[in-house]
């Protein structure tokens, strides 16, 4: 089926350790997108990615790192994890940046202990 | 500031009981304003597109207004499966998008 999938559903990790989470999506969207939500806060935008090997910051990219060397994938690491990124993450994709609805995966929980 | 306000934060309505959840917006020359519907453990399903005050677009139980400084999700006649957290999304001129914290909605049968 057509769609966007993340893995893994969930993750428990170690502060300090590298962590990736995957993004894959079967649409051909050229726009990919990185969210945490966290209890209190909307969706924030952490990175996104206008095609393949374009990349550019969101609200609040500290702490992750991005690549897109394929236009269906887009993981997100990271690269030495702190507590306080534990949070639900979520990948969106999207035909355009503007007036188009995102369409997003179902969530990758992750806890650091 | 571009901001996005939902309210109330949670909504508890018997069956067939209709009623409104608001989205208010701050925002820098509003290209769109989204709203999503979140159920628990999965990620939020696009619902409708507006992009102009005076807009209304309709699905089912639900239709979807907009103003100048807010947007409605009128819900008619719920059932218990509307149950879910319903999310409101601004895209400003610059492209961003701002999401509301959402209403978590329970329709009791």
């Known amino acids: 089926d057509a769609g966007i999938t993340q893995s893994p559903r969930y993750k428990i990790t170690e502060t300090g350790r590298q962590v990736t989470l995957m993004c894959h999506q079967t649409?051909?969207?050229?726009?990919m997108f990185w969210y945490r939500q966290d209890l209190g806060h909307g969706l924030r935008l952490i990175y996104y990615?206008?095609?393949?090997?374009?990349?550019d910051k969101g609200e609040v990219p500290d702490g992750y790192v991005v690549s897109r060397s394929k236009t269906e994938n887009f993981p997100l690491t990271l690269e030495s994890a702190t507590r306080s990124q534990t949070s639900v993450y979520f990948c969106?994709?999207?035909?355009?940046?503007?007036?188009?609805?995102?369409?997003f995966g179902d969530g990758t929980r992750l806890s650091i202990l | 500031e571009d901001q996005v306000t939902q309210s109330p934060e949670a909504l508890r309505l018997q069956e067939g009981e209709s009623s409104s959840l608001n989205c208010s917006y701050t925002?820098?020359?509003?290209?769109?304003l989204f709203w999503y519907r979140q159920d628990p453990g999965k990620g939020p399903e696009f619902l409708f597109t507006?992009?102009?005050a005076g807009e209304e677009k309709e699905k089912e139980r639900l239709k979807a207004t907009l103003t100048k400084k807010e947007s409605f999700l009128h819900i008619t006649a719920p059932k218990p499966e509307d149950s879910a957290t319903y999310l409101c999304a601004a895209q400003t001129g610059a492209n961003n998008l701002f999401f509301g914290t959402g209403t978590r909605l329970t329709v009791i049968p």
């Open positions: 649409w051909s969207h050229s726009y």
């Open positions: 990615s206008a095609a393949a090997d374009i990349t």
């Open positions: 925002v820098s020359g509003l290209r769109g």
């Open positions: 507006l992009y102009s």
């Open positions: 969106a994709s999207g035909r355009t940046n503007s007036n188009q609805p995102q369409h």
